[in-house]
């Protein structure tokens, strides 16, 4: 009970300059207060703008370097593709050359199967006449023979 009184005598003796002192107390806190966090505010703000600025600058420096990787890699592209180009001209340069002389030789073959064909033709014929010839000759021969 001895503290309570002690309170309650605390809390009487408070006087109205003893009350002002706690409340310029209490306002000074709160402007040192308010003071910090627009200092902290500032603080995160420019770190902020800091942030974004590196990562602008990272997202540049990766855009570029990736726009270089690209064109390299549209050269290569473009050179290997004229190297194919070339191999497949050179390949069909040797094809189209290995199809005229194979012609060529057909052609030969023809020209000799030709020239077999009109060889047995005359022989056909002058056979086929020697055969006429001597039927035609046997037929008469003995109509005269039987006449």
């Not at 902020?48 to 064109?71: D, H, P, V, Y």
Request: overall charge negative; cysteine-free; glycine content about 6%.
């Amino acid at each position: 009970m001895e503290s309570n009184v002690a309170e309650r005598n605390d809390r009487e003796t408070w006087t109205n300059e003893g009350l002002n002192d706690l409340s310029v107390r209490v306002d000074t806190g709160f402007k040192e207060l308010r003071a910090d966090i627009r200092a902290i505010d500032q603080r995160l703000t420019t770190q902020g703008a800091e942030i974004n600025n590196r990562i602008s600058a990272q997202g540049a420096e990766i855009n570029q370097r990736i726009t270089a990787q690209g064109a390299e890699i549209n050269q290569r592209i473009t050179a290997q593709s004229a190297e194919i180009n070339q191999r497949i001209t050179a390949q069909s340069a040797e094809i189209n050359e290995r199809f005229a002389a194979q012609d060529d030789k057909m052609d030969r073959m023809f020209e000799s199967m030709q020239g077999h064909m009109m060889s047995l033709h005359r022989t056909l014929v002058i056979g086929m006449a020697t055969i006429l010839a001597s039927t035609v000759g046997a037929v008469v021969g003995s109509n005269l023979l039987l006449g």
